[in-house]
């Protein structure tokens, strides 16, 4: 397991305790805060190695549909979580745990997707 992939683990797992807070405690702030540093930690792990972090980078020498796949639904992730943030400023405290919950299986398939796409499909 590269670090990487071990960061983009960590990313999800800061997400899902801030989530766990947020169900426990109605979408606090503090709870928001951790799900916003999973998130913007998943956002810098994806974006740092396009900038040139070599680190970071992943090392593939190629790509398939699984892979852009994972990347696309990577955007949707974010997308997702802002999309809970705004609902969570209107007040409608029911349809963000919804969303939350949404954006959890979201990166959750993203992830998965993305490891099949690096080790299970061949690249081209």
């Not at 992939?5 to 805060?33: D, H, P, Q, T, V």
């Not at 705004?86 to 993305?114: C, S």
Request: hydrophobic share 60%.
């Amino acid at each position: 397991m590269t670090a990487n992939e071990i960061l983009y683990i960590s990313a999800y797992c800061i997400f899902l305790a801030g989530a766990s807070k947020s169900f426990r405690e109605n979408g606090s702030r503090a709870a928001l805060r951790v799900m916003g540093s999973g998130v913007i930690l998943d956002f810098l792990l994806s974006m740092l190695p396009v900038l040139g972090v070599k680190f970071l980078s992943t090392g593939l020498k190629g790509t398939n549909a699984v892979l852009i796949f994972a990347i696309v639904f990577g955007f949707v992730v974010w997308l997702l979580f802002l999309a809970a943030l705004i609902i969570r400023k209107k007040g409608n405290m029911p349809l963000f745990h919804l969303a939350i919950t949404l954006v959890e299986i979201t990166w959750f398939i993203d992830f998965v997707a993305f490891l099949y796409g690096m080790y299970k499909f061949p690249l081209t």
